[in-house]
């Protein structure tokens, strides 16, 4: 069985996807990006859109009753891996000890420095 999880509190995106699903006694977040709630890219820096980017991933694990503490893996896209240690920066803002698992690579992107997707573990 599988529950959509839908918020105000983050892009809800243009594609056929939910902004999360939870399944399995986990809740798996799609790729978000630096958007808006009008789906805007906002931010120019690494820093701005990676910011941008953990926070509509937090309010999308807010509603499922989640928080970023319950996130145990990360997957990370960014345009151009000489952003790497700046990225690094920004998130490590967003976590705290222990930090989740994390794959992050380089890939075209559609007009954006960075997508990235979580799982969480949900507390039921």
Do not use: W
Not at 50 to 74: F, H, R, S
Request: net charge negative; proline share 4%; hydrophobic share 40%.
């Amino acid at each position: 069985m599988r529950k959509a999880i839908r918020t105000q509190e983050a892009s809800p995106g243009d594609g056929p996807y939910s902004q999360g699903i939870v399944s399995g006694g986990f809740l798996f977040v799609s790729g978000q990006g630096p958007l808006d709630l009008e789906g805007r890219v906002i931010g120019e820096t690494i820093e701005e859109q990676t910011d941008l980017t953990l926070q509509n991933i937090k309010g999308i694990l807010e509603a499922a009753g989640c928080t970023m503490d319950d996130v145990v893996k990360v997957n990370v896209i960014l345009a151009d891996m000489n952003d790497f240690s700046r990225f690094n920066e920004m998130y490590r803002t967003h976590f705290s000890e222990p930090m989740p698992a994390r794959t992050c690579f380089g890939g075209a992107l559609d007009g954006i420095l960075v997508e990235i997707d979580v799982i969480a573990k949900t507390r039921d």
